[in-house]
């Protein structure tokens, strides 16, 4: 990945091997700060307000349950382009 790409991020569920893992133009994303996901995108492109609102619970293998388990973010107070970490689950 060239370091314009690294600037502008990559996508939450994109593949590792994708060649074009970043934003893509006309999309909707909501960047996630802190957890096991800190610095991914999320695209929320479609996604209504109310879902927006509840945030994400994300699949992930790296935290704190392992494969399976799910990385919960919630939109930033004041700030709902971000999505702060809140946590773990099963």
């Known amino acids: 990945m ?3 790409a690294l600037l502008r991020g990559r ?3 994109a593949d590792h091997d994708d060649p074009g893992p970043g934003p893509q133009p006309g999309h909707d994303y909501r960047e996630l700060c ?3 996901l800190d610095g ?3 695209e929320g492109t ?3 307000e109310k879902e927006l609102a509840g945030g994400a619970a ?4 790296i935290g704190r349950y392992g494969p ?4 919960r973010y919630k939109p930033r ?4 382009r971000r999505f702060d970490w809140a946590g773990d689950t099963p």
């Open 2 to 4: 060239d370091d314009e």
């Open 11 to 13: 996508v939450y569920g």
């Open 34 to 36: 802190g957890g096991p």
């Open 40 to 42: 991914l995108l999320l």
């Open 46 to 48: 479609g996604w209504s």
């Open 58 to 61: 994300l699949l992930t293998e």
């Open 68 to 71: 399976g388990g799910r990385a």
């Open 77 to 80: 107070q004041g700030d709902p």
